[in-house]
């Protein structure tokens, strides 16, 4: 059985996709997809064989420096992350040379979540869009899918507060992540497609957002770093 047929899974997405699907017919601009609860302890703990995909929409996209207002978050969240950007449509049987070929190119980004109520049923987990609140993207980027030489590093209240020369340790590799993402989407009427964004999970375990903190910047060195205001 694929990760994607898992009926927990089939039954959250339909309803995911459902709701993507009536957003664009109202006008909104869908950006890419989103990886959840990748991690080796989330994948064990809720007996998932690959990571949840979510969706992005330009509405929630916040500018590298802007403000995410934090108002009625019940646990705001931030998950450093690295973005790819599709430079091809990639096929759902692709394999990992491809995959990467595909790729165009890698930069930083934080995603914001509510992790309200915290992670129980996958099924609700993936029709509420996996906690999915905002994303910021950093404006530098690097062309390709080589991961190899990344370094990641979280600044908090100005300290460095986590490091990684591993950062896919976590989320698992990038190609495999778009791999997975590609098949997914084609057993649910969707595609992988050249210009799509997927942010491919936290690179540091959910970073808890705690009420005095006003700003957060990651680095994914060599490429360049983005930071994100907070206010409540």
């Given at each position: 059985m694929q990760a994607w047929d898992d009926?927990?899974?089939?039954?959250?997405?339909?309803?995911?996709?459902?709701?993507?699907?009536?957003?664009?017919?109202?006008?909104?601009?869908?950006?890419?997809?989103?990886?959840?609860?990748?991690?080796?302890?989330?994948?064990?703990?809720?007996?998932?064989?690959?990571?949840?995909?979510?969706?992005l929409f330009q509405a929630g996209t916040l500018a590298a420096g802007d403000t995410a207002s934090l108002k009625g978050y019940g646990k705001p969240i931030a998950e450093p992350e690295i973005a790819v950007t599709m430079g091809t449509d990639l096929a759902p049987d692709a394999d990992a040379t491809t995959a990467l070929a595909a790729i165009r190119s890698l930069a930083p980004a934080i995603e914001i979540a509510d992790m309200t109520?915290?992670?129980?049923?996958?099924?609700?987990?993936?029709?509420?869009?996996?906690?999915?609140?905002?994303?910021?993207?950093?404006?530098?980027?690097?062309?390709?899918?080589?991961?190899?030489?990344?370094?990641?590093?979280?600044?908090?209240?100005?300290?460095?507060?986590?490091?990684?020369?591993?950062?896919?340790?976590?989320?698992?590799?990038?190609?495999?992540?778009?791999?997975?993402?590609?098949g997914t989407l084609a057993a649910h009427g969707e595609k992988l497609a050249a210009g799509d964004v997927v942010i491919c999970g936290s690179i540091t375990p959910p970073i808890a957002l705690e009420p005095d903190e006003t700003e957060l910047t990651y680095w994914l060195d060599p490429i360049g770093s983005v930071s994100v205001k907070l206010s409540r």
């Open positions: 009926p927990r899974i089939v039954s959250g997405l339909t309803t995911q996709l459902a709701r993507r699907r009536a957003r664009i017919a109202a006008g909104e601009r869908p950006i890419g997809w989103k990886l959840g609860l990748g991690a080796p302890a989330m994948l064990e703990k809720f007996a998932l064989k690959a990571p949840l995909i979510g969706h109520p915290p992670p129980a049923d996958i099924t609700a987990i993936l029709a509420d869009n996996i906690f999915h609140r905002h994303v910021v993207f950093g404006t530098a980027s690097r062309p390709g899918g080589d991961t190899t030489d990344l370094t990641a590093r979280v600044i908090r209240r100005s300290v460095e507060s986590a490091r990684s020369d591993t950062p896919e340790a976590l989320t698992g590799k990038i190609v495999d992540l778009v791999r997975h993402v590609a």
